[in-house]
Structures are given as structure tokens and as C-alpha cells.
């Protein structure tokens, strides 16, 4: 059975994020896998100080706040999906912080973990009238620094005109694209 972590990065509650997190979980669940949300707004992940410790000592984040499981669950897990609200033409901060403390992953143990090959990434990004073309280069961008490190498999879902609380919960598109991700991130 395949294991994903889905971070979900929306500070906003019921919003497009949490539809689309949703969404993702009841794909991954009929594939016949196993889903666990980490809602970062319900945490305390800190930003990355850039001290390198994780670096130079070949160790996980040095932090103790809600994200230090993580970099054991990204390891051991099959695939990881990223969602985000684009704020000012990027993830936002929330999701950023957590994107930013995931450095330390592949310096511990064995990086991202012999299968790193076989191992997927997703990115949804939920967003207002931002150009499409520009959004996908912005997924394709939190997804490639996985890539460096290993996992190769990657898709993103971009979910656009989103500006309202509930577009995404009314949009059977886009729930069907984000759920379609869950079912391709544990086959
Ligand atoms: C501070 C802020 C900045 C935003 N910047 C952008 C932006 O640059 N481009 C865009 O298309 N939408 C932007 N939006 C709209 C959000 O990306 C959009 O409403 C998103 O779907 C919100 O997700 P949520 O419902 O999970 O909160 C911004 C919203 C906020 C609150």
C-alpha cells in the first residue's frame, strides 16, 4: 500500500486548499492507498535559519517545532503533494517555510530514501487571475528541487479563478483533477 503526505499549506479554513486537500485524500484513499494531511496552519513550522547543521552533520532539522517528524514521514513515505494558495505570484509563506525546511531531507540518512526513483511528487496550486503558463513554472519549480534530489516522477493541478471561498468546493473539474493526482500518487 502506497503511503502519501499531503501538506497542506492554506491559512485560510474551508477555502479552495482544504477542498482540493479533500479531493487528493479521496484519490489517494480509492487507489487504495494511504493519506495523511499535515495542515500547516494547525502547526508551528518555523522558517529554515540556514544554520546548515542539517548539512554539515548529516542529520535532520535541528528545530524542535511541529515539522520534525517530517523528514522521517518524506523518507519513508511514497509520494509527497505540496498545496498552496499563490499569493503575490508565489506559494505562500506558510507553505514556503515548510518547502524550506524540507533541505534538510536529503542530508540525513540516505536522502530521500532508496527508492527515491519510484517515489512521486505532486503540486496544486490554488490562485486568482494569475497566467496559467506562469503557475505551472511556479509548480514546476517547487517540484524541481525534489528532482534534483531524486524524485523524478512528477504533476502538478492548477486550479485558476479561485478567488472565492468555496470556487474550488463548486469546480467538479478541478476535484476531479486533484483527485485524479491522489489516484496517480499511490498506484
Ligand atoms: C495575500 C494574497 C495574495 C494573493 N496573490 C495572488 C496572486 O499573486 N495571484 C493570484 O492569481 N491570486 C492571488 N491571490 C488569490 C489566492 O491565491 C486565491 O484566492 C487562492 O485560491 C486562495 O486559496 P484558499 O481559498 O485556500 O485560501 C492572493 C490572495 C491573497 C490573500
Known amino acids: 500500500m502506497k503511503k502519501v503526505l499531503i501538506v497542506a499549506g492554506s491559512p485560510r479554513k474551508n477555502g479552495n486548499g482544504d477542498a482540493m486537500a479533500a479531493a487528493v485524500e479521496k484519490g489517494v484513499l480509492a487507489?487504495?492507498?494511504e493519506a495523511e494531511t499535515f495542515v500547516i496552519r494547525d502547526k508551528k513550522v518555523n522558517g529554515c535559519v540556514?544554520?546548515?547543521?542539517?548539512?554539515?552533520?548529516?542529520?535532520?532539522?535541528?528545530?524542535q517545532d511541529?515539522?520534525?517528524?517530517?523528514?522521517?514521514?518524506?523518507?519513508?513515505?511514497?509520494?509527497?503533494v505540496i498545496l498552496a494558495p499563490v499569493y503575490f505570484s508565489h506559494?505562500?509563506?506558510q507553505t514556503k517555510a515548510f518547502i524550506d525546511r524540507t533541505y534538510c531531507v536529503p542530508w540525513g540518512d540516505n536522502g530521500?530514501?532508496?527508492?527515491?526513483?519510484?517515489?512521486k511528487i505532486g503540486v496544486v496550486l490554488t490562485?486568482?487571475?494569475a497566467p496559467l503558463d506562469a503557475m505551472g513554472?511556479?509548480?514546476?519549480?517547487?517540484?524541481?528541487y525534489y528532482g534534483v534530489r531524486g524524485i523524478k516522477q512528477y504533476k502538478s493541478v492548477l486550479a485558476r479563478g479561485?478567488?472565492?471561498l468555496d470556487t474550488c468546493a463548486k469546480n467538479e473539474e478541478y476535484l476531479a483533477a486533484a483527485e485524479e493526482l491522489g489516484r496517480w500518487l499511490a498506484e
Open 91 to 93: 506559494v505562500n509563506a
Open 127 to 129: 490562485f486568482g487571475s
Open 137 to 144: 513554472a511556479l509548480a514546476a519549480q517547487v517540484a524541481g
Open 66 to 80: 511541529d515539522y520534525a517528524p517530517i523528514p522521517a514521514k518524506i523518507r519513508e513515505y511514497d509520494a509527497l
Open 112 to 119: 530521500f530514501g532508496e527508492k527515491s526513483a519510484e517515489k
Open 31 to 33: 487507489a487504495g492507498g
Open 162 to 164: 479561485c478567488g472565492a
Open 50 to 63: 540556514g544554520c546548515g547543521a542539517c548539512r554539515k552533520l548529516g542529520r535532520d532539522c535541528v528545530q
